[in-house]
Structure formats: C-alpha cells, structure tokens
C-alpha cells in the first residue's frame, strides 16, 4: 500500500504520477499519461496498466480466453487435417498444396492465441507501463506468429483466388511454374511483411494476454499490404463469379440451333466455319465445365473467403483503434470528461463506462468480441468445409485394416515370386473359356483332310511354310467338333466346294491358276474333282502323271497343267502359265 502511494505521489487516485518511475524497459507509447495542473506545477498522471481494465466492463477479461481455448480447439482441427492429408492417400482427402498451405497459415495464426494460453505471462512491466516484444519473450513468439499467420492466410488465399480464376475464365490449368512461384509467394511475403512490421512496428500487450502490432507505422508497413492483397483477391473472386453467373445465363437463353447450326432455305443445317471450329465452346459446354470447377473447388473458395472477412474485419477494427488512441494523445479534450469521472469517483469505473463510450475513446466492447471469436473460429471452419465424408472412410478402413479378416484364397508360391517382376509376365497359350453352348461348323458335302501321301509331298515344288499360331487353339475353340491338322502352308486356305446338284449351266473356271497348290496339296487323290464337281480318279500305271488341275472326264481334251505361284506365300520362282480352259 505505501508503495502504491509513494507511486501516486501527488496524482488524485486512481492515477500514478509519471515521474515516478523512470524506467525505460516496456512499451512507452502504451502508457496513457495527461497533464494535470498541481501545487507543484504541471504534473504528468498515468492510468495504471492495463488501460483495457478501465475502459471495458469486467466481463471483458473472459473473451481473450475464451479466445484462446477456441484457438486451441481450431487446432486439434488443424493438426487432424493435416495428419489426414499426410498419412490417407489423395483419393480419400483430394489435398492440393494451396488447401496445405492455407491450413498452415491458419495454425501459425492460432499459436500466436495458445503459446499465451500456455504461458500465463504479464501484460505490464510496471504499474503504467505494458509489456512489449523485447520486454516479454512470450509476447515476441505470439505477436510473430500472429502476424505471420494472418499474412499468410491472405497470402494464400489470394494465390488460391488466382488459381481458380485462371481456370474458370481463362482456361488456364496451373502447373509446375505456378506451383514455385505459389511457394515462394505464400512462405516469402508472409515473412518479409512480418520482419518489417516487427522491426519497425513491433508488438505489446494491447488488450488480453495476446501481443498484437502496435498503432505506430503499422499501416504502412503492413495493414496496408495486407489490406491490398485482401481486396485484390476479392475483386478476383467477385470476378470468377461474375462471369461463371454469365456463362450460367447464357446457357439458359443460348439456343442451340442458332449456336452451332443454321438452317438453310432447303430446311437442312448448313454448319457455319467458326461452328465447326475445334476451338468453338458453346454456352452450354462452358457452363458444364464451370460447374465441374466448382463443385470441385466451392470448399476452399468459401474457406478463404470467411478468412480473407475475418482478417480484414481484424484489420479495420486495429486501425480504427490506432486511430482513436492517437486522436486521443492528441486531443485530451475528448478523455477529460471521463478522466474527471474517474477522479471524482475514486477509480470507480463502472460509473465512468458511459463517459468513455461517449467520448468515442475506445471501440465498442461487443466489436472487439465479435472480432477476436471469428478469428478464432478459422480453424474449425476450415475442418468443416475442407474435411470430406471420404476421409473418415479412410480413418475407418486404415485403423480397421489390421483387424480384417484375410483372405482365404491360394496363392501359389510361384505366382508371388514371377508377380515382383514384370518380365516375368507371359501370355497364356489357351484361349479364354467362353460361356454358353460351343459354336458348331457347319457339315459340308465333302470334307477334306490333309495330304498323307509322300509321293504327293515329293512332286510339290513350294517348301512347307511355318505352323499358324492360330492353328494350335482350333481343338479348343470348337471343343472337339472337327480335327483340324496344319496346311501345309502357312495360314488357313479358302476353299471352293461345287455342289453336288447343279441345274444352271456349267461354266469354267475364270482360269487355270484358280485353285492354288495349297489347295492340291490339301487332298487327296480320291477327294480331288474336276472342272464339273464330280471326282477326279488317279491315273492309271502307264499314263503320264498330271500335276495340275485335270481335264474334265468327259472331255478328250489334254493340257497341260502348271502350277500357280502366289508371291505371298513364297519366294519361289514362278513357272510359265497356260491359257484358261476352252470350251
């Protein structure tokens, strides 16, 4: 109580004279001092410190904590976020490094609210004088972080504003140059604005426990930059919307006859130039892809919008603080009436609330509540719009993953070894099964079989040809309805089967070379059949041997046959022709 007193010296209570405390330590400018006329002279009286307590009611001291205790929630909000974007794969969280880093921001926003909470430190160095960032360890750490954080957030929101409107206007998709500068935007701005402003600006104690940037120099330094990048962003966003509600009425009026077709005086469309053009985007294909944008892109949009809100409401009330106490320091005409409530009354202050309301020394008390809850809410907004459905369901297939039953299926020891490596991958030579009834081939007159005579096999004159590859799958395939052996050249031969019935005129072949050797080495000399259709016999002992095609029976005519070459089957040399049958 005499140090109080001795404090006081010859100020009326509840003012402390300045003379007695010749410290240096402290944010100065902070101290609220007024000259007051005295026996001894003019004498310079301060209100003790914090000034918040003689200016805001009682209740005013449990909205700064709860302040903090919704930061601290807003970052068990944060930090789940992040953990679920590091740890769950994108198809469950769909992460973009603007959403990180516009989360980040948030949290170094909260901590300049929780390392005061955690730490408990005092608001003022002496009985006039608060504390400041080089008085108080605890108030550089929280007013860095909170500078940084709320510079960042607007940072990021202004990039993520960017991106958006180059997507949707100008059809413009980001990539990796986009992604460095967005880097180097968002970490480097935030930490030069925030260097500056605590060098040249600095922090301290202004109301709670929390440090916030002092009124000298700040907007220059960085509630204007801050303030510029907001609006920018805003106007970018009212910008995006503006013309994603364009193309929307566009798409309502356009009509689709007129856009890509007119119609001519025949009644049939005639397609102008630019109608048909690749680059032509109609109203409705515009509209189709915003609204594919946006769907993807509305969470993040409304996130950064309720920030860029939060912080620019935060950023106005600070101004229009600065801007009353330095009106006030200025023009103590204005305090005096409240000033001499106070004196009169002892340090009662109830019943000076209503002189400073009046006066228009301090902003509302309900303001600065509404400010400190919003910015504290950032966090939770920002689980809530960017958390999705598909995370939890991959927090729930993650932890229940140990816990699920495995399969029982076999898995042979082979199959894992050759699966690691992909060389070691071969195709099945089987052909897939296939359901249903097996497809039949039909039954011909005549069915021929393969060459078994090597006597024939000596006379032909072309080398065998590999083995088809398709020929192997033929047993399966018709499931044992035919048995089909390799041609002996390669590939399958059409052949020509004459019916057994006839009632038109015969006619010859269109020439000699019509049936390849293929197709005479295929049969048999017993299934082979003249020009007619009907079968040839082979020839007696003594008769000259043919090795083509024979003349009809019925017929005394001879020739003699050639052998037809087929320069795609085979390099051999071809032989002299003859001249088709004559009839």
Known sequence: MANITAERGACTAPFLQLSSFDTKVGYLPGRFCAPVPSIEGIIECCLPCPITDWVYSDEFDVVPKAANWLNVAGMACSISLLITYLILPVKNTNRHYLTIGLVLAVCCLQLGFIIPLAAQPDQCHDAITPNDMYS??????????????????????????????????????????????SLLTGLGLPATFATAALAITGTSYRFGNTCHINHQKALADYWGPLLGFAAVSTILQFATFGYCIKVYIKSLLADDHHSNSQVSSSGLPSYSSRAGSVKTVTAGQAYRRIRKVIALQWRGTVIVL??????????????????????????????????????????????????????????????????????????????????????????????????????????????????????????????????????????????????????????????????????????????????????????????????????????????????????????????????????????????????????????????????????????????????????
């Open 306 to 583: 309720i920030i860029i809100i939060n912080v620019v409401f935060l950023s106005i009330i600070f101004v229009q603080m600065d801007n009353t106490v330095t009106a006030a320091m200025q023009d103590f005409g204005k305090a005096e009436p409240w000033l001499l409530c106070l004196a009169i009354n002892g340090g009662n202050k109830s019943a000076c609330l209503d002189k400073v309301k009046a006066s228009g020394l301090v902003t509302s008390e309900a303001t600065v509540m509404a400010v400190l809850i919003l910015l504290s809410l950032n966090g939770i907004w920002t689980l809530l719009f960017l958390g999705r459905t598909s995370m939890l369901l991959g927090w729930i297939d993650l932890l229940c993953r140990p816990f699920a039953k495995r399969p029982t299926d076999f898995v042979s020891v082979d199959a894992r070894r050759f699966s690691n490596s992909p060389k070691d991958y071969e195709m099945i030579n089987s052909p897939p099964s296939r359901s249903g009834p097996t497809p039949r081939i039909p039954e011909a007159a005549l069915t021929s079989h393969p060459l078994t005579s090597d006597k024939e096999d000596d006379l032909s004159p072309l080398g065998e040809s590999p083995q088809s590859p398709s020929s192997r799958y033929a047993s399966d395939y018709f499931s044992k309805e035919i048995e089909y052996k390799p041609s002996p050249n390669f590939g399958k031969d059409a052949e020509y089967r004459s019916p057994n019935l006839s009632f038109s005129t015969p006619r010859p072949p269109s020439s000699v070379g019509a049936m390849s050797r293929s197709r005479e080495n295929s049969m048999t000399f017993s299934q082979r059949v003249d020009g007619w259709g009907r079968p040839f016999s082979p020839p007696r002992e003594g008769s000259p041997v043919s090795l083509g095609r024979p003349a009809p029976a019925s017929r005394d005519r001879s020739f003699t046959p050639t052998y037809e070459w087929d320069p795609a089957s085979t390099y051999a040399k071809p032989t002299t022709r003859q001249a088709p049958y004559g009839f």
């Open 136 to 181: 108080d360890r605890t108030c550089a750490f929280s007013g860095a972080f909170l500078l940084f954080g709320g510079f960042a957030a607007i940072t990021w929101g202004f990039l993520r504003s960017v991106s958006i409107h180059l997507q949707i206007c100008w059809q413009v998709v980001p990539g990796a140059k986009f992604f460095w500068a």
